[in-house]
């Protein structure tokens, strides 16, 4: 053995021993003292990719193909290189090249079917990945993997068996069991899919099946009540596994379907009456700290009629017994259960309706409260908990002598929700800057209504699946579209119309190196943005601005998203055109528009409300919806069944809107080819996509709008919150 040969199979022994920077070390030297030597180029190639230096592993990898282009390993180590350089065709290609060289190189056809379903190159990844399981049948990545590309391809049936397998082989394949729920989705089987990634969570958490379990119980519906389901939903809304309003119809059902019930039933009967404490006593009051019920109100409004009563009824009996509580006498679970409830009033904004005999009487205890505090007298913890459950306690007076005594930790924890918080805001509003001025008589009007009610109020984002690449994401949500891939990472973003940031930080959060520009109109909506970003140490740029007026803007972005924006402007083309400007060529859009066949509900009560002459003011929205929570007529029950209905900022955007406009896909259509924009995709909930999908067979990528405006004719629901879609740009 030459002394060459020996300094190559030491380099190979620490290569492998995991000691790379010694390898790297000899492998030079072998290079050194012969550069012509294919194996040592190759080996250091493949070193430099396994360390992220994927540049310099295409050189070097390419210089011993030009020395011997007959090697596949070769050919499969450069393909690794350049597929983690985004270059697809070039690794697709020399991955081809070495299952021509060994027709039995498995890995090199389990990447090549994985890289050809990445491109939507179905039927060619299904066979790849086949031939890849016959040279290696007990792969549980080759079973993964087919399994995958056969769920792409629409045959989900086939799918599942091998996502088994792949379980079977490697218990502890989480890929797999996500990918198992999501065929179980895509076939209805929603129940199914939430108990595969249920199962994943025991064996192992990751972002990743959080992610989904959050996506699977959005809309999810039971008729029972599930233990397991029930501490996992307490789990995921307490740790923010996702947006609480995702978990929020599951939650509900599961505390309707609990031992609650009868209570929650008794106060709905009563209301608008307010049934007795003698009925709704402090036992009973203890239910508020059951802990699915907790979590769900001090994460998000609480989107339930039925519920709604029950905590409005609870509401009254919990200032009852305030009122009649001597000082150092309150019980502990009492506090508890007033301060969740102070939360979850102070989060919808104060939307209960209430008699003025209670509502006088909230005020008399403020009163006292606000005395006790001017004068230094003791104050009872669960008057300072009772009153917030009607007012936000930063507009008591003396309330910052609240900050300055001791208090039992869930009270100072509604402290810091309702009084230091909105300080924090208001600081922040000054140092908000002005991109451009804010004109108009629409803007400055929908500027108003929101600087009064930031919106949405809301308190945890959640986190979405997080992608290197805007491509990436776009190939995961819309298999079969077509677009021209952007090739970027560190997108640059616009959010126009952010309102209180959930918008941008998910959008932030969702791709690696995102630089994100949010704007509004609203001041106190970007202090509420900026706040949360702040707290999530996220660096987000916010800027106060008027869409109309930012074609004056010398920046351009990768990616645009406007969602609930446009329709609320003057003139919703004319802003969509100033955005239009913005997008550099090839760039994105992600729009979400209001249809004007979904909202037939909302054209109704709108009706109503301007001919009966209701304000938008926070009283006139609360008696509104006392009414229309008395009928039980269809348009009432459409308004109803809608989540902004449930927290007064949201129900003023909903149905009180100084502006609203709704559209109409051939309008949109006819908007897009002016536009020259390529429709890239439609987001809709797994059960239209199935529909639409055996309707039209003869559209797989879902992009014919003209078949769109025909399946929501005959489905009205269908967009009944928004039209949210995907466009693209003309490259350059």
Same mark, same amino acid.
């Given at each position: ?19 790379l ?34 540049e ?31 270059r697809? &065709?070039d ?6 090249? &070495? ?18 379903? !990445? ?39 086939e ?17 797999a ?18 108990? %595969? ?17 959050a ?14 389901? /029930? /501490? ?6 307490? !740790? ?24 929650? $039933?008794?106060?709905? !009967? ?31 409004v ?41 939360r ?6 104060y ?5 003025d ?14 005395? &006790?505090l001017?004068?230094?007298?003791p ?5 300072v ?8 306690l ?6 910052? &002598? ?25 600081a922040?509003r ?10 108009? $008589? ?38 079969a ?81 406007s ?13 969509w055109? %100033? ?48 009414e /229309? ?17 449930y927290?007064?900022? !949201? ?12 559209m109409?896909?051939?309008?949109i ?10 429709? %890239? ?16 067979p ?11 405006d ?16 995907w ?6």
């Open positions: 053995m030459t002394s060459t040969d020996a300094a190559l199979t030491a380099a190979l022994r620490h290569h492998q021993a995991g000691q920077a010694e390898a790297d070390r000899l492998y030079g030297e072998v290079l050194a003292a012969d550069p012509q030597n294919a194996h040592a180029l190759q080996l250091r190639g493949a070193l430099a990719h396994a360390t992220g230096r994927n310099d592993a295409v050189e070097l990898i390419g210089r011993a193909i030009a020395l011997d282009g007959k090697v596949p390993d070769f050919h499969y180590n450069i393909g690794l290189a350049l597929w983690a350089l985004g697809r &065709a690794a697709i290609r020399h991955w081809a090249r &070495a299952i021509a060289l060994n027709p039995n190189f498995a890995p090199a056809r389990l990447n090549l079917g994985n890289a050809l379903r !990445e491109e939507g190159r179905f039927a060619d990844s299904i066979a790849q990945l086949r031939a890849a399981l016959q040279l290696q049948p007990h792969s549980p990545l080759a079973h993964n993997s087919l399994g995958l590309s056969l769920a792409k391809a629409g045959h989900h049936g799918a599942m068996p091998h996502y088994r397998q792949a379980i079977a082989l490697q218990p502890a394949l989480i890929e069991y996500l990918n198992l729920a999501m065929s179980h989705a895509n076939r209805g089987e929603t129940g199914d899919a939430i108990a %595969v990634v249920m199962r994943s969570i025991e064996i192992r958490e990751t972002p990743a099946n959080k992610e989904l379990l996506r699977l119980m959005s809309g999810f519906m039971l008729d029972s009540d599930n233990e397991p389901l /029930r /501490r996992m939903v307490t789990r995921a809304l307490a !740790e923010g596994w996702g947006a609480p309003i995702q978990f929020s119809p599951t939650a509900i059902a599961l505390i309707r379907h609990s031992p609650m019930r009868p209570l929650i $039933d008794r106060a709905a !009967e009563a209301w608008p009456a307010r049934l007795p404490t003698t009925a709704l006593g402090q036992q009973e009051l203890a239910a508020l700290r059951y802990p699915l019920l907790q979590a769900l109100m001090q994460g998000t609480v989107h339930d009629p039925a519920l709604e009563k029950f905590l409005a009824a609870c509401r009254f009996a919990l200032l009852e017994i305030a009122e009649a509580t001597p000082l150092g006498k309150t019980e502990d679970h009492l506090l508890e259960s007033a301060c969740a409830l102070a979850q009033c102070f989060i919808n904004e939307v209960y309706a209430a008699e005999a209670e509502e006088a009487r909230a005020r008399q205890l403020r009163d006292r409260l606000e005395a &006790a001017a004068s230094g007298a104050v009872s913890p669960l008057w908990a009772s009153v917030a459950t009607y007012f936000p930063h507009e008591v007076g003396a309330a910052d &002598a609240l900050l300055t005594l001791s208090w039992p930790a869930t009270l100072a924890a509604l402290l810091d929700q309702q009084v230091r918080a909105p300080h924090e805001e208001a922040l000054a140092s908000i800057p002005q991109l451009t001025p804010i004109e108009g $008589d629409v803007s400055r009007a929908v500027q108003t209504q929101y600087e009064a009610n930031p919106y949405p109020r809301w308190i945890t984002a959640g986190t979405l699946r997080q992608y290197p690449a805007l491509d990436e994401h776009l190939r995961d949500i819309f298999p579209a077509t677009f021209q891939p952007l090739g970027k990472r560190g997108l640059d973003i616009l959010i126009a119309g952010c309102g209180t940031g959930q918008h941008a930080i998910l959008t932030t959060q969702q791709f690696e190196g995102a630089r994100t520009l949010a704007v509004d109109l609203s001041r106190a909506s970007l202090a509420y943005a900026a706040t949360k970003s702040r707290a999530l140490k996220l660096d987000i740029e916010y800027a106060q601005a008027d869409i109309m007026r930012l074609g004056s803007l010398e920046r351009r972005f990768d990616l645009i998203e969602v609930g924006v446009l329709h609320h402007m003057a003139d919703p083309y004319a802003g055109r %100033v955005l239009l400007s913005l997008l550099r060529p090839g760039g994105f859009m992600r729009i979400a528009l209001y249809s004007e066949i979904g909202r037939w509900g909302v054209v109704a009560a709108r009706k109503e409300i301007a001919e009966r002459g209701f304000g938008a003011s926070a009283a006139e929205i609360r008696r509104f919806r006392s /229309r929570m008395q009928r039980s007529d269809s348009a009432a029950q459409n308004v109803m069944r809608m989540t902004d209905f927290s007064t900022s !949201e129900c003023r955007d909903f149905l009180f809107h100084t502006q609203e406009h709704r109409t896909l051939p309008a259509k006819r908007f897009l080819a002016e536009q020259n924009l390529r429709f %890239v995709g439609m987001e809709v909930v797994p059960v239209r996509a199935r529909q639409y999908a055996t309707r039209f003869d559209d797989p990528a879902m992009t014919n709008l003209d078949n769109w025909a399946f929501e004719r005959d489905n009205p629901q269908t967009f009944e919150s928004m039209y949210r879609f466009l693209q740009a003309p490259a350059a």
